[in-house]
């Protein structure tokens, strides 16, 4: 029996060290990335400033000028366009989905979202291509006495909106669910309808949910490369309308990283693309739970 | 002349009567868009690719090339993104599921470090995968390593690790305390309760998380943009560039080569189908390995 | 006027997807009286209580038939709007549940759903009804902090304030002391026989001692059905059937 037993505790020590060493990596993988991404756009930040980077347009690598401000402006357009679009429809229908559909619709709607958030990107982006695209430069355009390709920040902000719809969604749902029925019930039995209750109570309680849920579809929308790329039309530039075509920093590196490595200063300024999209995605990841934690101090 | 109280509540009622029926309406619209979108993507999708599939194009690898298109189908795709998603799968499985049992056992007095880890896991899980691509890149660079299989699975499965983990986490944290208690006042050690109670009980869950991270896995192109490379042929070795479905359509699409064109199509049908089949599934087992668990 | 009834229940059923939860209720409440329904807990207590303020609107599955007679009017089949019909009733819940807002908009928000607006109407009518609730004194200088602040046997007390504000008739308690502390539920039960007066009251407990002190009238129920009904006095020291002998002597739970 002793061997046995000896044998068993020393794997649980073994098991205990390893287990312990994966968890600190991935702790500590974060800081990983953002100190890689940070050293290797070093060499740009040595000679520019940052202020300088961020607000110039001009970028003309192969003279060595680096403005980012097309591609963090094209990012925070079709970011913004997906929002605005995503936003209300998700709000609605997660309270639809919640409180008044019967549940059998539930039973239909769910699956549904779940296939939407498994979609992939570029399938996503396929669909761009071939519906939104040309939906935009034959129907819509025509309407607005626009000239466009169809390839451009709306058809991206579209098909960005739709990939997000699920994300937001579903975290939407579950924080209506952990409302209490009860609270919803005592406002109804103040005797107010459905809706009152809904616009004045519910979506009040709510509301740190809803605003760290939009902020955790924000970074989801700024962090999404393929489908945006395929339909964005990537020209550098500053866009001025949704119909002009964009580049955001996810596309910009994506088209030319990995084939500039030639030129090192031009891989330094596409690590720093990476860096601002990393640092921007943890800001709005970090906003969204602290507003949560907050809310939660303050109310219970 | 004085409006009177109850006139004014009159008139408000009835606005209020007006709100809930346009919200109301506004709501039911609201999930039809995305029930309505969904299908549209679906309808659109098999519209422009089942034409496009056929028997040589699933079983053929390309014949023509890239730039000059001719026969042949996108076999190496199919093949090197299944080797690539079991292989991401299989690597973030062997280092997920240890990490999330090690949080619901070892680590269940120490709550806050828990709740740190499963916050910075979330975290890492919204970092764009182009970054993770991007990263893996650099250090294949630094270490003198070329694109391959072996570098996507590598990267791949670190991008799927923390949606692993923390599916993982989120069944094995459902499994009743009871179980913990009585499986440890039994006298088994930690591991096993890990290992033999809790991931048995939580069967489900994990074939889940699985099922998730492999979607994942085998749809995500930004990760195995500068990682994998891209070749017509089908790997034999883990050292070799492979194909991959998402850039087979990500390279092809815009080709204005008709044959080469409906490649991607026919590669994009194949992924759909690939990704509904997982959620299918997942479904299915989520339902029928739960009768097998002991509900408290 | 001794024994008017205020709310008759008519052959009720109520399902739950394929459960059926409550089974051919015929019960009869009297006006300004405490009403006590006792009974274990699962037994579709509070399911009787929610169906007389018509909660049980806002499940889909749920599926009600019978009669709910209120003064003489059948609520479940009226062409009246169900807020008109919760309008008359108070509902306190097991655990308290403040609006997320401050303590004074915690009363004005009923006062104001009736069309009242006015400042000092409001400030008049708000300090009246936390007074009835006896919390005017811990809250006075506080009204515009969250109502979450507060202690949860004010916050009970607050509720009951912002249910008395809309002008209900009947008051709907359904185990309003099981969160609190001894004192704050001795707070309450004082509270409701001052109340009864003016409302009728109906109060879900599973407590028997606290049945005992508040009932006027006793409905006991049983896996759904109504088992017995009647006077406090008899109920208590007569019982008729033996479910209802066996849970006085606390063997059922
Ligand atoms: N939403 C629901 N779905 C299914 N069954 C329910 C639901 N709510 C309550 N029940 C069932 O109805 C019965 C009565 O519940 P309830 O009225 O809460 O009892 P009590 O208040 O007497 O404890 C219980 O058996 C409970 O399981
Ligand atoms: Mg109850």
Redesign the interface.
Known sequence: MKPFRIG??V??RV??V???L??VI??L??VI?GG??LW?SSMLLEENSLMKLLGSSEWKPLSGKFGFSPFIISSLWVTFLALIIAG???I??A???T?????F?MK??Q??????A??????????G???IVPFISGHLAPVFNAETSGYSILAGGLVLS?MI?PFI?NILIEIFNTI?V???????????????TI???LL??AFPGIISAIG?GL??A?????AVL?VVGNVTHVPEGVFQPGYPL?AL??NN??EM?SIPLYDSA??LA?LI??AI??LF??AS?LIIIRYEN??? | MRISTGNIFRLRKTWWRFEETFFRSLMIFSSMVIVGVLLLIIFSIMKTGIPALSFEMLTQTPKGGFYFGKEGGILNAIVGSAYLAVGATGLALSIGLPVAIFMNTWLLKHKKTVNIIRFILDLLWGVPSIIYGAIGFMIMIMLGLKTSLLAGIIVVGMFILPIMIRAIDEALKTSPSGLTEASLSLGSTKSELGFKVLAKQCFPGIITAVLLSFGRAIGDAASVLFTTGFTDNIPTSLTQPTATLPLSIFFQLTSPIPEVKNRAYAAAVVLTIIILLTSILSRVFSNRYKKHSIKF | MENETKIRIENLNLSIGKSKILKDINVEIPKHKITVILGPSGCGKTTLLKSMNRLTDIYSDIRVSGKILIDGEDILHTDKDVTEIRKRMGLLSQRPYPLPMNIYKNIAFGLKISGRRKKRFLNKRIEHYLKQANLWNEVKDRLKEPAASLSIGQQQRLCLARGLAVDPDIILADEPTSALDPISSQEIEKKFTELKNGYTIVLVTHILRQAIRLADYVIFMYLGEVIEQGPAEQFFKSPQTEITKAYLKGSIN
Do not use: Q
């Open positions: 068993r505790l794997k649980e098991n205990r390893w287990m312990t994966w968890t991935i702790i993988t974060p990335i890689f991404l290797k209300p429809i998700c609605l229908s309270l639809h989905l409180y008044y559909a019967p549940s619709f239909i709607v699956p549904a979202i779940d296939i939407l498994g979609i992939p990107s570029v399938i996503y982006g396929v669909w291509v071939v519906v739709v719809i969604l209490p009860e609270l919803r019930e005592a406002t109804l039995s103040l005797g107010v309808s459905n809706w009152i616009r004045s109570v009040r309680k955790l970074s989801r700024f962090g999404e490369t393929i395929m996810t590196i994506a990283y990995g490595l596409l690590m990476a999209l990393f995605v943890v990841n970090l739970r303050k109310y219970r």
